[in-house]
């Protein structure tokens, strides 16, 4: 059950507005950027970019972090044994499989389950 990145989120109006400053903090280009549900996503570095109108992107506030991992299904089983709430069951996105959980205390998180291709790409072989 391994935690294979965690993405601190920002949240922004407009990518192209946000996006200059973060490549430059970081010195790299997005690893991801992609439209899901009405926002726009993008992973640069360690922060994701929840971008898009304000009513939009408070959808997904809920949440403090994201983080990439190596099998959602043994992250399920231990957030169960934890008793942790699974608070958005899980779907699919372009990226794989996630679900989002609150933790014994409160804290949520996003769990996502990369394709193969792009755990490949991103974190490497």
């Known amino acids: 059950m391994t935690v294979l990145k965690t993405y601190a989120r920002l949240w922004a109006d407009d990518t192209d507005q946000v ?22 996503l993008t992973a640069v570095g360690d922060f994701l970019l929840i971008a898009g109108p304000p009513r939009e992107r408070a959808r ?6 994201t983080a990439i991992v190596l099998d ?9 044994r934890a ?3 699974i608070t958005t069951p899980e779907s699919t996105s372009a990226t794989g499989r ?6 014994p205390g409160g804290a949520e998180i996003e769990y996502v389950e990369w394709v193969p291709e792009l755990v490949e790409r991103v974190i490497g072989p």
């Open 83 to 85: 008793r942790a709430r």
């Open 60 to 65: 997904y506030a809920h949440a403090t972090a």
């Open 72 to 80: 959602l299904d043994e992250v399920t089983a231990a957030l169960r």
């Open 98 to 103: 996630f679900l989002y959980a609150r933790h």
């Open 19 to 40: 996006l200059p400053l973060l490549r430059d903090l970081t010195g790299a280009e997005p690893d991801l950027r992609f439209a899901f549900d009405g926002v726009e």
